[in-house]
């Protein structure tokens, strides 16, 4: 294994590489974005990378059928954020 510093240099000229490609990477996902015989899972797949490229990722919604990550979040949020209503039977 490399040492530290020896890492760290080859992680920042791949990062450097491969954004050196930026334009022409973008391109390829433009041409299969509009390529009438691509599948519409490519099409959609390249339209969503490009999206996530120049706006950042959606933000995904946390969800839980029977409510317990959401309801466990709520219950950190009444221990942290307002102690003094906190339900100690509740927690």
Known sequence: MPPRNDMSKTITEIRSLARSHTRTAINALVGVMRAKDAT????VS???AILD???GKAAQALESS???ALELIHKIERVIVHPENTDSEDL
């Not at 519409?40 to 099409?43: D, E, K, L, V």
């Open 46 to 48: 390249a339209a969503n």
């Open 40 to 43: 519409h899972a490519a099409r």
């Open 53 to 55: 490229r120049g706006w």
């Open 66 to 68: 029977d409510g317990g």
